[in-house]
């Protein structure tokens, strides 16, 4: 297939969260698309790793006040697609104080909402797409041993339906959408994370667990090609937060 012929031919795609797991995955899928990628990321040599046409990198700290505008500078991107955050403290309420409780509070959510707030205040341009990369927990209420993680990613969802609002009110033209992967992916850090959490809950090995696992499941692929798809047509029917399973995505508002 020719370079013009590709889904994000032309496209300016960014990428938080890039150098690991799903947000890794996602800037190889988009390079492979045609897009022009840059991943951000705090750590150099993760992203020293990344190879392929068109990518672009920056080591950030996605959390401070200044970063939006530093990455989005005189071009601005036609895809925003929000990844990554800290592994949530693996404990009990009881052994946690407020900063180990609240780190993804203070990591995912407010890199989400820094970088919506930016794509409001500039604004994208009409057609621009926002993804924010969610989790199941932010349903489910994760674990007992897993911090402030279920609602720091429940307010990531919340936080794509306020933007979304605000985007129509003022018609900005914006599409934010909140995707929600329905497993665990223990082939990522923050899934075997979670693999651990989930053990360590039900006084299971975490072997055990990994054995109730549908071997069907949702991968950190289909993570990929779902924000690819959705950066090209997001989703048609009304709404901003959509569940990712294998075969699709699903409304969840």
């Known amino acids: 297939m020719s370079l013009e012929n590709k889904l994000l031919y032309g496209k300016r ?4 969260g890039a150098s690991r797991g799903i947000g890794r995955g996602i800037v190889e899928r988009a390079s492979a698309e045609g897009g022009q990628v840059l991943a951000v990321a705090r750590g150099k040599d993760d992203l020293a790793r990344l190879t392929g046409r068109g990518i672009n990198t920056l080591a950030l700290d996605a959390t401070s006040e200044s970063a939006p505008s530093m990455v989005f500078g005189n071009t601005p991107p036609d895809v925003l697609v929000i990844c990554g955050g800290a592994l949530p ?14 780190v993804n509070w203070e ?3 407010k890199m989400a909402f820094l970088f919506c707030r930016e794509a409001l205040r500039v604004p994208l341009g009409p057609g621009s797409v926002v993804v924010i990369i969610s989790s199941g927990a932010g349903f489910s209420g994760g674990t007992s041993n897993s911090g402030g993680y279920a609602g720091a990613k429940r307010m990531q969802m919340i936080l794509a339906k306020y933007c979304q609002a605000e985007s129509d009110r003022r018609g900005l033209g914006i599409r934010f959408v909140a995707l929600v992967p329905t497993n665990i992916m223990p082939e990522t850090e923050l899934g075997q994370a979670a693999v651990n959490c989930h053990a360590r809950d039900l006084g299971v090995p975490p072997e055990k667990f990994l054995e109730s696992l549908d071997p069907r499941r949702l991968s950190a692929v289909g993570v990929a090609e779902a924000v690819i798809k959705t950066a090209v047509r997001p989703p048609a029917e009304a709404g ?3 569940k990712i399973y294998a075969d699709g995505l699903v409304a969840a508002n």
């Open 240 to 242: 901003s937060i959509f």
């Open 13 to 16: 795609v960014m990428v938080l």
């Open 107 to 109: 990591v995912d959510t």
């Open 89 to 102: 403290q693996p404990a009990l309420v009881s052994e946690l104080n407020w900063d180990q409780f609240s």
